[in-house]
């Protein structure tokens, strides 16, 4: 009795692109919603996918379409690279996870879903972009020619190298930490069109396009980019500067396959997180003991150290953080190199992390109990908030001066650097002072799940709490406000502006001191309320 073979690479194919089908059209089925949701954003997508395919066929016979062509193309991979780590739900074949029970073996597996891939509207947008860019530089019948190879190549190596980033990162994307990561995916979008709008004023104040030509010059030779460089050759009759660069296309796809059926190979044959036995009680508590050697001893040291691990461990809060670290650097040190700037805007990076400290006990969710069973009385109430504060700092204040001597250095205005330092502490203690009596005061949920950052019905809390702090922090900040204002338009004030930055510190420190003394008494006597308050997530 003999056994019927294994299914082939030709049969599996097919089967995974009806399954892609499949799961496109039972997903649409689901609800109205979502089908309009889709149709609106295939209609969004392919809206712009024309545009710029009608913008790229303008740029044909233009010095620096090449350039524009490889720039876009290179872009373009660069989003396929990083999509699927932010949105590893978009797709549910992307998890090649589901298919290891079956007697697949991964070199058919990867052509079925590398076709399975093919399918869908970011392969369409993709290939509209490919198109235009081909048509923009090809001339010839050898660059048409070319230019159908090319299209084919890239858009090959623009899905393999997503398939090979989400199957090498697909255990950490189908955990709750990986999917954590979709949080951050508003911080890659707010700084990538910080670096567009950078690009694009840069293009407009130093020569147009030929700016561009540098990147080019070494684009041309990056795969994907170099499939557009190869027709761009073959149109100049560099038929062996072709070759090559359809070679490293053609060698990268190889590349990007192997190692996508490496990866395939070890998670169909190696053991999950789930399989493996935990790691001993006793290793990770020597391992935790490392950070509390460097605080302070006692409830304060305690207090910091949680608050520092939330900061590294919960989502959300990572997520704020790392906006607000990547915004308060972004702002002052873009307008900087756009040379529009001034130094006072590195009070910027002050002032995004100072908004940290705001609803502290909301960062806790339902935990704050644990918390609240601690706090019996103001004392209690003082050494928690001031705890809070000391963590904050410990990462502020490198962070406002780093910032701070980084934007003057980019200004040239060293001078102005004492008095900038002592206004960004000034208001960071102002910003530490209103966070403590506001978290007190206007306490709010913030959801575990999903992308919301306040509880259904806390929204007018959330706003009193923030802008209404903020408004108080300026105020509060006024005294140095208005000593840098005076030193600055006095005839002799460059001779003491140096003394802004002691006061400044000083001040800081003082507002927060008191700050802090006024909103303990509060927490300790609205516990209850703001347990219920911070518990409705």
């Known amino acids: 009795m003999t ?55 303008a740029l044909r016979g233009n010095a620096h379409a090449i350039a524009v062509s490889l720039l876009l193309v290179a872009v373009l991979a660069l989003g396929w ?17 589901r298919l290891v029970m079956l007697p697949l073996r991964p070199q058919p597996l990867v052509r079925a879903l590398l076709a399975a891939s093919l399918v869908g509207v970011g392969p369409l947008f ?9 048509i923009s530089v090809a001339h010839g019948a050898t660059a048409w020619v070319t230019a159908v190879v090319a299209v084919a190549l890239a858009l090959l190596v623009c899905v393999a190298l997503a398939r090979a980033v989400a199957a090498a990162n697909i255990r950490l994307l189908s955990s709750r930490k990986g999917r954590d990561l979709a949080v951050l995916s508003g911080l890659v979008v707010a700084v990538g069109a910080q670096l567009v709008n950078f690009g694009a ?41 072709a070759v090559v660069q359809l070679a490293l296309c ?37 391992g935790s003991s490392r950070l509390g050697r460097l605080l302070p001893a006692g409830r304060t040291g305690t207090v910091m150290e949680r608050s520092l691990r939330y900061v590294w461990r919960d989502p959300k809060t990572k997520a704020a953080w790392v906006t607000s670290l990547a915004i308060g650097l972004i702002v002052p040190v873009f307008n900087a190199l756009q040379g529009t700037g001034s130094a006072y805007f590195a009070c910027f990076a002050a002032g995004m992390l100072g908004i940290q400290m705001y609803n502290q006990f909301g960062q806790d969710t339902s935990a704050f109990w644990i918390v609240a069973m601690t706090i019996s009385s103001t004392r209690d109430a003082y050494v928690e908030l001031r ?94 406000i208005a000593l840098t204002i005076w030193l600055n338009v006095s005839a002799d004030g460059d001779r003491w502006s140096w003394l802004l930055l002691p006061l400044g510190a000083l001040y ?20 209850p309320e703001i347990l219920a308050a911070v518990s409705k997530g």
């Not at 190979?265 to 789930?274: H, Q």
């Not at 963590?391 to 001078?415: E, F, H, N, Q, S």
Request: charged fraction near 10%; hydrophobic fraction near 50%.
């Open 81 to 97: 690279a990083v999509m699927p780590l932010f949105f590893p739900s978009g797709d549910e074949t992307l998890d090649p996870t």
């Open 3 to 57: 056994t019927a073979p294994g299914p082939s690479a030709a049969s599996i194919t097919p089967v995974v692109v009806r399954l892609k089908l499949s799961l496109l059209r039972n997903g649409l089925r689901q609800s109205g919603g979502r089908r309009a949701a889709y149709i609106a954003s295939v209609a969004v997508a392919l809206l712009f996918a024309a545009l710029q395919l009608i913008g790229l066929i």
């Open 201 to 241: 004023q840069r293009l407009g104040s130093s020569g147009g396009l030929s700016t561009l030509d540098p990147a080019a010059d070494v684009l041309r030779w990056v795969p994907p980019a170099s499939a557009i460089g190869a027709v761009d050759s073959a149109s100049e009759g560099s038929y062996g500067a």
């Open 126 to 134: 993709t290939l509209c972009l490919l198109a235009g860019s081909v």
């Open 387 to 480: 705890g809070r504060a000391l963590a904050l700092l410990v990462i502020t204040l490198p962070y406002a001066t780093l910032v701070t001597v980084l934007t003057t250095a980019l200004l040239g205005a060293w001078r102005q650097l004492p008095e900038v330092l002592g206004l960004s502490f000034a208001l960071l203690g102002a910003m530490l002072a209103t966070g403590a009596w506001s978290s007190a005061r206007f306490p709010y949920s913030i959801p575990q799940e999903g992308y919301k950052n306040v509880a259904p019905g806390q929204a007018g809390l959330a706003w009193i709490a923030i802008f209404g702090g903020m408004v108080s922090a300026a105020l509060l900040s006024a005294p140095v």
């Open 250 to 286: 053609g060698a990268a796809l190889a590349g990007l396959l192997a190692l996508w059926s490496r990866h395939l190979t070890r998670l169909m044959t190696s053991p999950d997180g789930s399989t493996l036995q935990a790691a001993e009680p006793a290793a990770r508590e020597r």
């Open 508 to 527: 800081g420190a003082l507002i927060t001191l008191l700050g802090l003394r006024l909103a303990a008494p509060r927490t300790a006597r609205r516990l």
